[in-house]
């Protein structure tokens, strides 16, 4: 990154990660250009520089703001790898506590430890095509104590919580309304930039602010919704606890609260999880998988999904009790948006030994009687003009014919009998796979699922589970072997891995 002076017309550095620009003062506004990933790769010889040329501009009398920007410089990407040595609470100090105002132009994504910094300057001002996303500064941690507090001083608390805890997704337009970015920018970002920035230093942003009882109030609400829509995760109730922090307390113990309440979170199981997943997906990033082999991956779980539809259960109760799991897609209502081929593709090559362990006729009688879903046919749930979905009695029909075919008496299943089928299927198939592509690691089939498939990331993957003792696949395969084998026998990776737990 290096150092530079302001009083040269243009000056590029490269060092390693990034070419940095600094460019002569215009209006008396600095441009100072990184072309580099966000500060969690950064080590430390290239925070102490930025920090630097930062200290620079203040000392500077020709410079009275500056504008940061940079291609990759507010991206959090997913294989940015977090610097042994860690500065970035230096280098968001560094620019939150500048003598110069600093403006973040934004464009494209801005993400993670990137939103950081972007909330770290003064102001923002963006294109059109941003959007603001996951505030983690990384996977097991919570927000940084200092990036909450200033996320408070711009952001009401029922706002700031649906992107933080909810993981809404805010295009340019709703980031102006909730007060995140200063302005849009048609065309011409910098120049708007420029002219936001001179203009700061006459005049300074208020601090938002709020009554401690309608804080309250609202915090209590956000904590129903969070036992109503995550019921069973530790992060979203411990980010909320960290927002009422920085909310309603002074400063100084609002950072030691919340420093405390991150370490006992890191600890935990569901942050080594969260981690086990961020690091598979790196190398997920990174690797060549063949695009087919999520089908692959997904096939032994949908086919115990249609067993379990055989044996009694509905699509509604399979779909509910997945996302109530923690899954982000449900099965049989996107069969419904995207067509029945799109959702329930067999592999191209065999895996643990057959296509169906078990032969069900249910997925051959939707595809005779044309309820293959997608824009143009029915499916597995008869839809209302208000959007309000049922289940089809005419699906009820086929499923009963699928179970006379099968010599199978259909009839009620308990919730948690869905779940541990459909995780069990999906552990043990995925053994099998693996088994199959000598090449891959597990870490990297679990990122698979949670990247692609849905699963959720906070339980690490299926395999993760199986390991850790989250689950026992294997007594669960060998009750319900006895019962119908619909999953097969387990894995012999699948017994080698639980063993070398």
């Not at 990184?34 to 102490?48: I, Q, R």
């Not at 307390?249 to 405390?260: K, S």
């Not at 597995?380 to 075919?405: I, K, M, N």
């Not at 053994?431 to 692609?452: F, N, R």
């Amino acid at each position: 990154m290096g150092t530079g002076t302001t009083r040269r017309s243009t000056r590029d550095v490269l060092t390693g990660q990034s070419i940095r620009t600094v460019s002569a003062p215009r209006r008396g506004v600095a441009q100072l250009k990184l072309d580099c990933p966000p500060p969690c790769s950064w080590d430390a010889a290239h925070a102490s520089a930025f920090i630097e040329q930062i200290a620079a501009f203040g000392d500077d009398p020709e410079v009275c703001a500056i504008v940061l920007h940079g291609r990759r410089l507010f991206n959090d990407v997913l294989a940015a790898k977090t610097a042994p040595d860690d500065s970035r609470s230096a280098v968001y100090a560094a620019v939150a506590s500048s003598t110069k105002p600093i403006v973040a132009a934004l464009s494209g994504p801005v993400t993670g430890s990137g939103l950081e910094l972007a909330l770290a300057c003064g102001a923002r001002v963006a294109l059109p095509n941003v959007t603001i996303s996951n505030l983690a500064r990384s996977e097991g941690h919570l927000p940084a104590a200092e990036t909450l507090i200033r996320l408070a001083r711009l952001v009401e608390v029922e706002r700031a919580a649906d992107l933080a805890v909810f993981n809404a997704v805010w295009d340019s337009k709703a980031a102006v309304e909730q007060g995140l970015i200063d302005l849009v920018a048609a065309r011409d970002l910098l120049q708007v930039a420029e002219k936001l920035a001179a203009g700061c230093k006459e005049e300074r942003r208020v601090a938002l602010t709020a009554e401690p009882e309608v804080v309250a109030a609202k915090i209590y609400g956000l904590r129903a919704k969070v036992r109503r829509e995550a019921p069973q995760q530790t992060a979203p109730m411990m980010l909320l606890r960290a927002m009422e922090l920085a909310w309603q307390t002074p400063a100084r113990r609002a950072r030691a609260e919340i420093d405390r309440l991150d370490e006992t979170f890191a600890a935990s199981p569901e942050a080594q999880a969260l981690t086990y997943a961020e690091r598979g997906q790196a190398a997920l990033a990174r690797a060549a998988v063949p695009a087919e082999l999520a089908h692959e991956l997904a096939w032994p779980l949908l086919r115990e999904a249609i067993h379990l539809l055989d044996e009694g259960a509905t699509p509604g109760q399979i779909d509910r009790e997945l996302q109530k799991f923690g899954f982000r897609v449900a099965p049989f209502l996107r069969s419904d948006r995207e067509g029945l081929e799109a959702v329930f593709r067999r592999q191209s090559g065999p895996a643990n030994g057959e296509d169906w362990i078990t032969y069900s006729p249910t997925l051959d009688l939707m595809a005779d009687e044309g309820r293959t879903g997608g824009a143009d046919a029915p499916g597995w749930y008869r839809h209302g003009s208000d959007g309000r979905y049922t289940f089809e009695p005419e699906v009820d029909r086929l499923l009963q014919a699928s179970a006379t075919f099968q010599r199978c008496a259909r009839a009620p299943i308990d919730d948690e009998v869905v779940v541990e089928r459909c995780l069990t299927a999906a552990i043990n198939g995925t053994a099998h796979v693996l088994e199959a592509h000598p090449d891959l690691s597990p870490s990297l089939v679990d990122a698979i699922w949670t990247q692609t498939l849905g699963f959720p990331k906070w339980r690490g993957g299926p395999l993760y589970m199986a390991r850790t003792g989250a689950c026992d696949p294997l007594a669960s395969l060998e009750r319900w072997t006895k019962v119908r084998n619909t999953a097969g026998v387990a894995a012999p990776l699948l017994r080698r891995i639980i063993a070398n737990a």
